[in-house]
């Protein structure tokens, strides 16, 4: 999936990525996660956009992985199935859902 994490186009602090995220209309919140935290295949109705700002976390989609390190973004469209992993030191990132069109 080309263009699914678009590197340096995040922010690297919390406040920031916040800013970036409210700044296309979005309501973005944050969250954090222990090393190699697993969270399994999951999909989510709408766009999600997400900034890793500390730590790294893995995405795999349609079997390939995709890492995020800080200040990376990622742009996940609706209703794609994706596992993700928390790296070595952990992870904490910013992220907002931009809903679909009525």
């Known amino acids: 999936?080309?263009?699914?994490?678009?590197?340096?186009?995040?922010?690297?602090?919390?406040?920031?990525?916040v800013a970036l995220l409210r700044g296309l209309g979005l309501r973005p919140s944050r969250w954090s996660a222990g090393p190699w935290a697993w969270f399994g295949a999951h999909t989510h109705p709408?766009?999600?956009v997400l900034c890793c700002v500390t730590g790294s976390i893995d995405f795999i989609v349609g079997g390939e992985?995709?890492?995020?390190?800080?200040?990376d973004r990622l742009d996940l469209p609706p209703n794609t199935r994706h596992e993700a992993e928390a790296g070595p030191a952990g992870v904490t990132c910013v992220e907002a859902y931009r809903e679909r069109a009525a």
């Open 1 to 17: 999936m080309a263009g699914l994490v678009t590197p340096g186009a995040g922010a690297t602090e919390p406040a920031e990525a």
């Open 46 to 48: 709408d766009h999600k």
């Open 65 to 71: 992985r995709f890492l995020m390190m800080p200040g």
